[in-house]
């Protein structure tokens, strides 16, 4: 939105350090509840930087804004929307809300309620306060010992920063309801207005291939996100998903990425030759730029139309591919050689397989690893010792590589006998004959 439209976006990101699956886990482990958190938070954080997703302007943790949850609640407590219980938990009075709860997933608070085990008294009203627990963490509070309920972290911390109203609040679709709906409620109570949140982008599940269900940790059918950076790159991830809609379920294969990869090496592919043909290193038939120009500014109409249709990147991924297509056909090579002739026709294609087989080995002997590759540091010795093996292994394959470099010089100076030059650059390898004073020139686009 910014980068695109222009809009100054503030984005807050509530982080929930305190809840019943981190308390659990967190005695499993013998450590304390926010301590554990204080892992999972740096460890998504650190995922997030992986993917090369931009931060949010604001952390905001549920066990630093405790205060502010207890003032939340007592006011929707004197509105008459919420009430103490005897064993010290808070609920919300959903039915004393009326036909105004449900306006996100119409929800009819007044149907018939399931039996209910608890001191609520009905059996939609959610809890704002739970009272603490044997050996649990819990915080002082005018209703006993406790902690937040789930969804009036949100509404506390949303409200903090932006008061009452929201343009836009997003979650997985699973949060609508009752999440959500909740928090809707609870902030209209507390600020006493008609609408709270502007606009709900609900994102559609990931899927595994052939499954129905979510991939979820919960569920074990998952991969991390740095085994998957071990296969596929970030910008591979990014167009994986600009395939489709936020809002609908995708499926995740291998099939489904090798599609994404196929689509960047397209772009990637325009790109070279585009700045090929611009350095003059990419022979062709004339550009017909007018013709360009027009389809560039068509879409550039259809992607701003796209984005600002629910963000509809699908749409705008194939306006952008078929731009690409129409480049492509302009910027295709051609031969320019001419031969004399008595020279057979063939000579050409001849050079040309030589040209490109001898670019593809070139292009393998040099792709060496870089010398740091990503792995976790054990320490400053750690990283030491892997930096050194790195280069051990950096040395021991160009001597492996060596004599096919050497291979490619020795074919280069073969040609070059009968007037065949061939000349290596970046990203392309070119060729040219020389003969009776004029130079035609041929381009080997990289394999």
Known sequence: MTRFFGIEVIMVMGITDIDDKIIKRANEMNISPVALARIYEEDFKQDMAALKVLPPMVYMRVTDNIPQIISFIKTIISSGQAYATSQGNVYFDVKSWGKRYGVLTAINPDTQDEAVDSDKRHGKDFALWKAAKPQELSWNSPWGKGRPGWHIECSTISSAVFGKQLDIHTGGIDLAFPHHENEIAQCEVYHQCEQWGNYFLHSGHLHVKGSQEKMSKSLKNYIT???????????????????????????????????????????SSFIRDANAYIKGEL?????????????????????????????????????????????????????????????????????????????????????????????????????????????????????????????????????????????????????????????????????
């Open 225 to 267: 996100i740095k085994d998957f950076l071990k296969k596929c790159s970030s910008d591979q991830f990014r167009m994986f998903c600009l395939r489709g809609r936020y809002s609908s379920a995708v499926e995740f294969s291998e099939e489904s990425m090798e599609d994404a990869k196929n689509l960047l090496q397209s772009v």
């Open 283 to 447: 022979v062709c038939d004339p550009v017909r730029e007018d013709i360009l120009w027009e389809r560039l500014a068509n879409t550039k109409v259809t992607v701003k139309a796209a984005f600002a249709d629910d963000f509809d990147t699908s749409r705008a991924v194939a306006a952008i591919m078929d731009l690409i297509h129409h480049g492509n056909r302009q910027l295709k090579a051609v031969t320019k050689v001419a031969v004399a002739a008595d020279k057979s026709a063939v000579l050409p294609s001849v050079i040309e397989e030589l040209v490109r087989f001898r670019t593809k080995v070139r292009h393998y002997a040099l792709a060496l690893p870089e010398a740091a590759d990503a792995v976790p540091l054990q320490g400053a010795a750690g990283a030491e010792e892997h930096t050194q093996e790195q280069k051990e292994r950096r040395k021991q394959l160009m001597r492996e590589r060596k004599p096919l470099l050497e291979a490619c010089d020795s074919l280069r100076g073969d040609l070059a006998a009968f007037g065949i030059h061939i000349k290596d650059r970046a990203a392309v390898s070119t060729w040219e004959i020389v003969e009776g004073g004029q130079t035609e020139k041929q381009t080997e686009k990289k394999s």
